[in-house]
Every structure is written in C-alpha cells, then in structure tokens.
C-alpha cells in the first residue's frame, strides 16, 4: 500500500463546481503539503501544514484552501473551479529533520472544462 | 527569494552513457539542502538524492552522484551507465526551512531520454 494517497487518481468536471482533493498518509509525519505542476514546468506549493492546528499559505494560494482533519488527511478544495486550475496536483508529507526528503502521492490529474 | 535553474529542457543520450543534468541555485541562506526528483511519464516523484550545504561529500546513491559545487551554486546530477528505465523527467529542488517545515523551490526540469 502507498505511503501517501490520493483520491481522486483523475478527475474531470465543469467549470464553477466545487471540488475536493484528498490525501491520507501513513508514514506519521507531521508536514503535510500541496503542491501543483503545471504542463513543462515544476511543482509550485500551494499550501502546507505543520499539524491540525497550523496551516500555511504557499505561493500560488489564491483560489484554493484546506483542511488538515487529522495528522494523517489533508485535503484540497477549489470552491468554483476554473480552467487555469487544470494540472496535476500532488500530495506530499516530511518529518522534521531538515535533509530526509517529502514523500509524495502519485498525483491527482485535474481537467476544468 | 531562493531560485533553481536546470537550463536543458531536454537531453538525448545512448544507452549504457553517463549523463550530466545541470542545477544551479540562488540563495542567501548559508544553510540548504538540495534534492533531485525523477517523474517518470505515468506522473508520481520519485526521490533520489540529497546534498545538504554543509556535507563535506558529494552524494552519492547507486548510480545516482551529485556533483556539487558550492562556490559556483551548482548541483548537478550524475547519472553513470545509464538505462532504458532513467527515461524520465528529472527536477531539482532546493529545500527552504520555514519553521521547521520544508518549503520546496523547484526547477522547471530537464526532459531525459535514453536511445537503446
């Protein structure tokens, strides 16, 4: 079973719909991150947490939030969807030692018509 | 603001050669870490190694070493003997500490493809 999950693997829908993106882990790390990756470009963090209690703008926040609803889940909501949201969206946790790398989901694939 | 360069948007190279991929980095911390990440075509990250800025070694994981160059702001990653299987995109990322939680600034990445 994978470390880090997401939910949805892929996912069309309509511009304006509301939409959710779930990830649990099991690796017991207390950082938990959401990143997106545009088509020829890197992953740019969208937001991170430290634990349930403490959430954290990323650099492209903007129409997007979420909730940490346990240590474990982190999940991702685009209140009205927009085309220029279409990408790959990436779930990713760390401990607190600084040189051990994030583990990341296998990626959720957003389509916004 | 922390920034990560990989100036080959793509690379062709034959089977069983070593490849070079270039990262350099801008920051003001004396204190970083950086990593390579391999993204094959069905999407997921994979990690594959770390050099820290005070490591007095060069990484080195299996086939994968980092040749890094402090002084110049350059991590690039080496890839010997290199396999069907390394056909992939590859980024490097540069780790920024923010209370403890590790914020990663990204390259756009270099599209590797190996010839049989």
């Known amino acids: 079973d994978a470390d880090v999950t997401q939910t949805p693997r892929n996912r069309i829908t309509k511009t304006g719909k509301r939409i959710m993106l779930e990830c649990s882990q099991t690796?017991?790390?207390?950082?938990m991150y959401w990143y997106r990756q545009d088509p020829g470009l890197g992953l740019r963090l969208i937001y991170y947490?430290?634990?349930?209690?403490?959430?954290n703008k990323g650099e492209i926040s903007d129409g997007y939030s979420v909730s940490r609803q346990a240590q474990a889940k982190f999940s991702l909501s685009l209140e009205s969807a927009i085309p220029n949201q279409t990408a790959l969206y990436f779930c990713?946790?760390?401990?607190?030692?600084?040189?051990?790398?994030?583990?990341f989901g296998d990626g959720t694939r957003l389509s916004i018509l | 603001a922390q920034k990560i360069t990989q100036t080959q948007p793509g690379m062709f190279v034959q089977e069983k050669e070593a490849v070079t991929l270039d990262c350099t980095y801008d920051?003001?911390?004396?204190?970083?870490?950086l990593f390579w990440y391999k993204q094959p075509s069905s999407g997921e990250m994979i990690f594959l190694i770390y050099?820290?800025?005070?490591?007095?070694q060069n990484a080195t994981e299996g086939r994968y070493s980092l040749n890094f160059q402090k002084a110049r702001k350059s991590a690039n990653l080496v890839i010997s003997a290199s396999q069907l299987g390394d056909s992939a995109m590859y980024f490097c990322?540069?780790?920024?500490?923010?209370?403890?939680?590790?914020?990663?600034?990204f390259g756009q990445g270099t599209r590797l493809t190996i010839n049989p």
């Open positions: 990713a946790t760390s401990d607190w030692v600084s040189n051990q790398p994030q583990h």
């Open positions: 690796k017991g790390h207390d950082r």
């Open positions: 947490s430290f634990d349930v209690k403490d959430i």
């Open positions: 920051t003001s911390d004396q204190s970083y870490g």
């Open positions: 050099q820290g800025s005070y490591d007095e």
């Open positions: 990322a540069m780790r920024e500490l923010i209370q403890g939680a590790q914020k990663l600034v």
